[in-house]
Every structure is written in C-alpha cells, then in structure tokens.
C-alpha cells in the first residue's frame, strides 16, 4: 500500500474508504417516511415558553439518564459522571461543540493529563494491535456503547470542558468587574465569558435537530455565565465556595468527574494483545450458530431449522437455504499478496456463493457479513482498492435477478495466529436496506 | 430514484457557501445530490453504517418539514450535515444500539463481538482511531469535498480550529502509516 504522501492522494485513499451506499434503497425508505409526514403548520409556534422548558428538560434528561445508567454500569459502585453537565446547564458548552481556544490536551495537568494519555495510549495501542478491549463483555449488559472508541470520544471532550462554570444574575450584566478579579487569581489559566445570547445560540446548535422545540421561546430565559478553566483542577470546589459568596453568580457548577478512577477504569477494560487472548465461550459456542430473526426480518423458509441455539451449525462451505437465498461461505484463508493489515494483523478472505432462488431482486453486499473471533475487526467489503483477490471478484455491493447467482470474495481483518472464528451473515430489512452492525444474524459458520 | 416530494422553490445561492442544489432545485434532486456523500461520512465519522444511515435519513426527514422555509437557512447543506452530525452523537440511539447488541451477544453466548467497521487497512484502522473533531474535519474536507470554512460552519468551531484538526490527522495518519508499514515479502 502507498503511503499517501500528498493531499490528494490522502483525498484519495479516505474516499476509498467510505462504503458504498444503495442510492435506491436510501430514497425509497426516505419518501416512505417524508409520505407519514406532510409538511404543515409550524405546531411549535403556538407553544408557550413554559410548555417548551419542559420538553427541554425532558429531553435533556433523557440524554443524562442514558449517559448515567451507561456510565454507572463501567464504573459499578463508583460515583457517576454526567458528561451532560455542561449541556445541563444553561450558557455551558453543549454536547458536540469544542472546546474554546486553548482548552487543549496541552495544558491539561494531574490525572486529567493522565487521562488524556491514557486515552492516546489506547488509541494507538489499538492502532499498533498492541492493546486489545475487553469491552465486550461489558457492552454485553446492554447498557454501554458497543464501540469503545466512541467512548473515548466523549471522555476526550469532557476533559477539554471547564473546571468551573458560574452563572450569573441577570442583573449582573456583563460582570466586568467580576471577570476582571477571576483573571487575576492565581491558578486561573482561561476564563471565558458566556453571553446570554452565546448561551442560547449553543442551545440552538445543541436543538439544531429539533429547532420547533425552541421555536416559541419569547426570551432568552438563560443566564450569562463564565467558564473557568484552572491550572490545577483540583482548586474547583475552593473557587467555586468563593464564587458562590458574590451577589453577581446565582449558581456555581464544577466538574466532578474522577480523573484517577476513569484511568484505571480503562486500564481494567484493555489489555495487550500478547497476553491470553482466547475469547470466553467462544469454544462453546462453536456447537451453536444461529440467531432467530426478529419480527422484523424476512421469514425464513421451512428448510432453514434455526432457532436460538439449538439448530444444527454450519460448517465452511455449507450450504444456508434461506428465504429467498441460498449462501455458503468458505473458510478463510490468508489472502495471498495482500499487504496493509496492522502489525500482528493478517488480512484473510472468504469465498462466500450467494444464489437468489426468490422470485424478487435480492441486494447482497459485503457489510452482511461479519467475522467474530480473534480480529480486529471485521470488514466486509469496505475500503480497499483491490477489486479482485486470488482471481475472485471482491463482493462490495451486487442486486441479483431471481436465479442469478455470485460468487465473490470477502475480506477480514484477524489477528495472525491460531484460533478459531466465525463468519456471520446478517440481514437486510424489508426496504432493502442493507444492516449490518446492529441486525440480527441469520446464520454463522465456523 | 425520484422521491416526487416537492419543488425546490428556493434560488440558488452560493454565497460561499457549499453548492447546494442539484440542477432542477426539488428536493428529489437534493437528495440525491447530498445522500451518497452524507451517508458515507457519517460513516466514517461514527464507525457505524447503520448509524450513519439512519442519522442521514432522520436529517433528510427534517429538512423536509421545513422545505418550505428554507430559505431561511443560510446554508441547507451545512444544516444538514450539522444535523445529522448531531444525531449520530445521540447518545440515546447508541445505548439503544448497545441493547441491541446485547440481545445477540445473549442469544450466541458469543464471548466477544468485534463490530464490523473500517478496519480493512492500515489506513482505515489509523483513521478509525483519530479523535472524533480530527475524523469529522478530515471527513467533510476530503470526503465531503467542503473548504475549511464549510468545515468550521458545520462544526460549528473557527477555521483555525478545523485547520488545527485537519492537521492534527494528517500527522496521524501519515506518521502511523509509516510506522506500521510492512514491505510484502515480510508478511508471514
């Protein structure tokens, strides 16, 4: 693989990554919808401010509850965290937006540094294939997201957040004074002053999806407020006593998350790689296989005996009669001349044989497929710029007529090494559309 | 595929902003002008195909209710992506997703579950990694095709923060490539 040495070539090889989406598909399922919904009068003019404030707290606690039931979960019996503090309360920066100028990873100090380098360091452990997540088995409650990385998203942005947010009376206008003597103080390395009108328009940008919320707002109800960030973080709640003590602030908010104890929180959820990586239960579960479909899903056809764990399990290169479909995957196999798989990482591929035996088109595509077991993830067809593999088509997106059939190539991403895996085959939903991490999975073989 | 939803009955206007209308100005046309593009960088900003479609779906959706208001927004497209961006940073649809997630993991016994993402190549891993701000700006500026000052628009931060981040990931990205890259004849 070339190194993108230039724009260009860097434009390139990120679009080469973006997986292919069925246009089609894509309008169809869209004007299904937009045909439930006509346009109409704007209802959120009519709708009072008090009406509108709480369907603002609604909505937001909403958001706090799934943060704290997720968060909670992670860290057991630990204090809880609310990344929504901020977006909580009114004038405080909101979910998604960025940090102020100079509220970098630089200037972090103490364990909110050590945080934010343990953040790095997982990223690039998983980079390197050095460090592996042991995240599953906590996603596996339900309650946390299924992708860590997202995860350190959020804890990467809560570090950049202010120490200290007061809000102010309206009475106290712009604080200038007050603004003045908090720059003074020693241990203030940024303050930053939240206008009334600053702190509505990060609510609107927060609402940007739902403006009819905030359409019939006659005020601006929220108070200015200034956002404090310190040297040292841990001087917060000493600020904040002295803060509360002056007749301009009306409320004082500090950051009360545990740095120290989210450090060893990821510490106990990773571990590198080249310690025992054998997957729990996944010995045991090669006498299972396959998933019953949702409600949701195409119905299955009689000759397909597969329901939660007690149906006969594939192996490579047997044949699933499906609804509509027939599909047998073969093992994988390292693919040969392949290069770009991270250190430890091998790229293997499939042969996966998919015949439409349904009397409608039939939409296939690599991202139906999933791998499960030692890897680093599993790919389907996306990105790469081979379009064949060891004299085989590499299937990314194919619409079969009734009777047509492919055969074509998959590839994945596992660890190099001995250990088994599965290959999964996931679903589509009725409108075409192509699932693939979040559906259920038809069949599996192994 | 035409949706046959209405009539764009706004006037061009590029004021600097990102081209937004296809050629006959309907919505039908804005679509498909913008949902390829939309779906794919969501995409590779959330890691989450599904995700990603049902956020660029849920964006569409609501510009539509205001179609005939929106020539109050300045820029269409960059609402659009703000507000799809917004949704695929719904905390609430990742918890549910996670729930979903669990009921497989529940019914396989399956001890680990590695969500398919863009982890093909080198490149893909490395990118997939970037902070979230590093893989947006990167996003809508290579694969998007936006300036830095759409980039910064969409956002919602200063064009010196999204030249901070484009530059950010391109050190990431190029550096990582070159430490971890492996001549062929060397791969066992």
Known sequence: MNQPASDPELRDAIRKLAPGVDTSAFCRELGEKCAKKKPGPKRGRRLRPLVIGVAVVVVLAGVSAGLVTGLGFLRGPQPVIVFTDATLSPGAAGRGSSGPVGSSADTLTGAKAELWAEIERIRQGVVSGEVIFDWPSEAAQG???????????????????????????????????????????????????????????????????????????????LPAGLEIWLTDYTQAASLADQLRDRPEVDEVHIATMDYADWVATLQRLTHPSDETSQLPGLETTRTTYVVAPTTDDPPLSSTTTIMGNVGPRLSWGQEAVLDGRTIKVEQPVEAPDETGAPSGFVLVY???????????????AAAQFGL??????????????????????VLDLVRLQPGESVKAAVRFCVKQGDHPVK?????????????????EWLASWQ | MPLALGTWSRRQRHDGGVPTTGANGSFDSFVQEHCTRLVQSLSLISRDPELAWDSAQDAFLKLYLR???????RDPVAWLYRVAL???????RIVARAARVTERLKSTGTGMWVEPRLAHTELALVFGTLPRRQRTAATLYYLADMSTEEVARVMGVSRGTVDRHLFRAREALRSSMEGHHEPAGKRP
């Open chain 1, 143 to 221: 309650i946390i997201p299924s992708d860590p990385l997202l995860m350190l998203d959020y804890l990467e942005q809560s570090l950049l957040r202010p120490d200290v947010t007061a809000y102010l009376h309206d009475s106290a206008g712009d604080a200038v004074p007050l603004r003045t003597e908090i720059s003074a103080m020693s241990g203030v390395r940024m303050l930053e002053f939240v206008s009334k009108d600053d702190a509505l328009q990060r609510l609107k940008d927060d609402f940007a999806d739902s403006p009819e919320i905030l359409e019939g707002l006659q005020e601006n109800p």
């Open chain 2, 86 to 92: 917004n949704r695929c940073s719904d905390y609430r």
């Open chain 2, 67 to 73: 179609w005939d208001s929106v020539d109050d927004l």
């Open chain 1, 423 to 439: 290959v999964w085959l996931g679903t589509r939903s009725s409108t075409g559309r192509i699932q693939s991490s979040t559906s």
């Open chain 1, 350 to 364: 499939s042969l996966v044989t998919i015949t439409n035996t349904g009397s409608e088109p039939l939409t296939c």
């Open chain 1, 372 to 393: 499960d077991g030692n890897s680093s993830g599993s790919t389907g067809g996306f990105g790469g710029p081979a379009k064949t593999l060891a004299g085989h088509e």
